[in-house]
């Protein structure tokens, strides 16, 4: 069974440039979150959704942070302008949301802004 | 909303030892489940136990840890720390009220084992 997917790996930018992070989930998982993680802190959520929908995004900083699922499928994180504090790791995660709550992660993309 | 309070940063032990990691929590919810993840160096965090009964030991890989709602507390133990051992912990919780699984993570805390 393939894992969840991320990519880029690694990123670098300059403040005020544009990044999109991608994810392929685990084939069938209908629950997918993205994860914030600064240096030495922990998994810190930014949005979920299950299929389509989003679920919650209450954290998502919205003025420059904006996250899509539009199939149910892959999903896409992107920061419009970024930040040097959105310097961090992005984790991407899955699960079946109807009986299993644990979540399988991907390698994250980790972020750098100059 | 929920927090998770691991209050170790890092913890170092010796191999062969017993190592303890401390996990408490707070939510408003009553259907939740508790975890604990464990990321090796340049890994994706993976699960490594999980459970939702109150007072039940859960064992895996070695380690275990029992759920106490009286004390809102989900303790991670290992008889004798290994070497391959040493990573970051990170316990979590997750309230599925209305359907819907939201997880919190602690800060984590790192084990060390050295020989």
């Known amino acids: 069974e393939a894992g969840v997917t991320q990519s880029p790996r690694y990123a670098v930018l300059q403040e005020g440039q544009a990044v999109s992070f991608w994810c392929d989930p685990i084939?069938?998982?209908?629950?997918l979150y993205w994860y914030q993680q600064p240096r030495d802190q922990g998994p810190q959520l930014l949005v979920y959704?299950?299929?389509?929908?989003?679920?919650?995004n209450s954290q998502l900083p919205s003025d420059r942070f904006s996250a899509v699922r539009p199939k149910g499928t892959n999903s896409t994180l992107k920061i419009q302008s970024a930040k040097q504090g959105d310097t961090a790791t992005y984790l991407c995660?899955?699960?079946?949301?109807?009986?299993?709550?644990?979540?399988?992660f991907g390698h994250g993309t980790k972020l750098s802004v100059l | 909303g929920d927090s998770v309070t691991q209050t170790e940063g890092l913890v170092t032990v010796t191999e062969g030892l017993p190592v303890k990691l401390n996990c408490t929590y707070q939510t408003t919810y009553l259907t939740i489940a508790f975890f604990w993840y464990v990321q090796y160096l340049n890994e994706a965090p993976q699960v490594l136990l999980k459970s939702s009964t109150d007072n039940k030991r859960t064992e895996h890989q070695g380690f275990h840890a029992t759920l106490h709602k009286s004390s809102s507390s989900f303790h991670l133990q290992k008889s004798s720390a290994q070497l391959s051992d040493s990573a970051l912990y990170y316990c979590?919780?997750?309230?599925?009220?209305?359907?819907?699984?939201?997880?919190?993570f602690g800060k984590g805390t790192s084990l060390v084992v050295h020989p």
């Open positions: 995660a899955s699960s079946f949301g109807g009986s299993n709550e644990r979540l399988f």
């Open positions: 084939s069938g998982h209908d629950t």
């Open positions: 959704f299950r299929d389509e929908a989003v679920i919650d």
């Open positions: 979590a919780l997750s309230d599925h009220t209305g359907g819907n699984y939201k997880p919190t």
